[in-house]
């Protein structure tokens, strides 16, 4: 198992689906922040002077970790950040669905239609234990960023 997590081909794929997958949920709020900032108000933890700072800086974030990852480019600081917001989501979540909350996770825009639930903590964590891996184990990336 540990000479698959250190396999160089098999950590660059790793970081391509996360990639694309922050990539797709960046492009996608980007284009309707207003949207996505009524899915962080329906969360109830955010005060309401931060929610439209967060509607715009967030999908921004995930957009630029999520290329950076792909082309291999300062993959630990990626890594770290993808991982810090999985974790941030996973608590959103839960906490939701502790609460009783029947919201969307607003986690891929306005195409999204996912309700907060057990499913969504799971590949969030699925996720997260990705970006760690990436974290820990890609010291050497395929990368096109000069050596």
């Not at 922050?22 to 996505?36: L, Q, R, T």
């Not at 974030?61 to 290329?67: A, N, S, V, W």
């Not at 607003?106 to 239609?113: L, R």
Request: with cysteine; hydrophobic share 55%.
């Amino acid at each position: 198992m540990n000479k698959i997590l250190s396999d160089r081909y098999f950590l660059l794929c790793i970081r391509i689906v996360v990639g694309f997958v922050f990539i797709f949920a960046g492009i996608e709020k980007i284009s309707s922040p207003e949207h996505f900032a009524v899915s962080i108000e329906n969360y109830r933890v955010f005060p309401d002077f931060t929610i439209n700072i967060i509607a715009i800086y967030i999908p921004w974030l995930e957009l630029l970790t999520g290329i950076l990852l792909i082309f291999g480019i300062a993959v630990k600081e990626n890594a770290s950040i993808v991982s810090a917001l999985l974790a941030i989501f996973i608590l959103l979540v839960f906490s939701a669905v502790v609460r009783g909350l029947d919201i969307e996770c607003g986690c891929f825009g306005t195409s999204d239609g996912q309700k907060v639930g057990l499913l969504k903590i799971a590949e969030n964590l699925f996720l997260f234990v990705a970006g760690i891996i990436i974290y820990l184990r890609d010291h050497n990336p395929i990368s096109l960023a000069s050596k």
